[in-house]
């Protein structure tokens, strides 16, 4: 039995039959730089960087707790090398799980499998090979805990979310948060070799923050995602429910950002905190309070917004940690 799904994979197969074969045929051979850009476009950029943009302070802030210092420039380098290959390891193989419906949504249809820039076989042992190197370079570089984390952040992402529960659960963008939280727990961990509270409250931020900045992408592209059977939740529940379950994850990710204000930075961070997250939190009202009112949602403001957020969050973290 196959683990993916039957219905797209059906779809997929009848729209290629189609016609898709011979417009293939008549598509020009892919040149280099083509190529070379489409397995850079397997790794998604844009998401790998915004990963990093939350590991590099973590690190900062772990090493002035723990040695009242800086990392060191190479380890942050190597963690920094080693996390882009590793999240870009997980979108390679999640782009090669997800062929079979990426060609039938409008947002994913150009991606280098649907369009026949790469193929099935060489994604995989791409992406394989990627997370291999990865943890590998986590592993010399810093320590084995690291290294443990890099890859069950890989294996979740692959394994646990992408196969099962994106494609089964509503649930999924929320339990799909423990692995795109994981880069501020694998970047103390390489510092400390250790996972100390305040690990586990950067951890609860990006946790927390990552289903309304998610659901506004799900509310934009719901058509494409019904279309294929994945179970987004505002593909499943009213525009009321997915407006207050957004206003409820930003509340839970300004709550947790300001547990750290008093007991592990300056006002620095805790004014940014305050005021990002309260920013945060109003745009997620605006969006429920369009929904009771049957308007239209605008939901790209809080996707745009919350990637803002968290930008500006970890800077001032950052900003932080390198002035004290």
């Known amino acids: 039995m196959s683990v993916l ?4 994979a059906a779809r997929a197969e009848s729209a290629g039959s189609a016609g898709a074969p011979s417009d293939a045929q ?4 892919p040149t280099i730089r083509q190529i070379l850009g489409a397995y850079v476009s397997l790794t998604k950029p844009r998401i790998v960087e915004l990963l990093l943009i939350t590991t590099v302070p973590a690190m900062m802030l772990a090493a002035r707790l723990a040695h009242d210092g800086l990392p060191s420039l190479w380890l942050v380098l190597a963690v920094v090398i080693g996390g882009a290959m590793a ?3 997980a979108n390679a193989l999640n782009c090669y799980i997800d062929r079979d419906i990426d060609q039938l ?6 991606r280098p499998l649907p369009s026949h820039t790469v193929s099935p076989r060489n994604a995989l042992v791409f992406g394989l090979v990627l997370g291999v190197v990865s943890v590998a370079l986590i592993w010399l570089t810093s320590n084995a805990l690291a290294a443990l984390l890099t890859l069950g952040a890989i294996a979740y992402y692959d394994i646990v979310y992408t196969l099962w529960l994106k494609r089964r659960t509503a649930a999924n963008t929320v339990w799909g948060g423990v692995c795109g939280a994981a880069p501020v727990l694998i970047g103390w961990a390489a510092v400390t070799g250790n996972l100390s509270w305040e690990a586990w409250v950067l951890f609860a931020v990006v946790f927390f923050w990552q289903p309304p900045h998610f659901w506004a992408l799900a509310v934009k592209y719901r058509d494409d995602y019904a279309a294929v059977g994945i179970p987004m939740l505002p593909v499943v529940a009213s525009m009321r429910r997915v407006g207050l379950e957004s206003v409820i994850y930003a509340w839970l990710t300004l709550a947790s950002s300001l547990v750290l204000w008093p007991m592990a930075t300056t006002p620095i961070y805790g004014v940014v905190a305050l005021v990002t997250g309260g920013l945060f939190c109003l745009e997620a009202h605006r969006m429920y309070g369009r929904a009771r009112r049957d308007e239209d949602l605008k939901p790209m403001r809080l996707f745009h917004w919350s990637t803002t957020y968290l930008t500006l969050l970890f800077v001032a973290l950052a900003v932080d940690s390198f002035l004290i």
């Open 105 to 110: 949504m409008r947002r994913t249809s150009r």
């Open 5 to 8: 799904s039957d219905k797209p």
């Open 87 to 89: 999240a870009g390891a």
């Open 26 to 29: 008549a598509r020009p051979a």
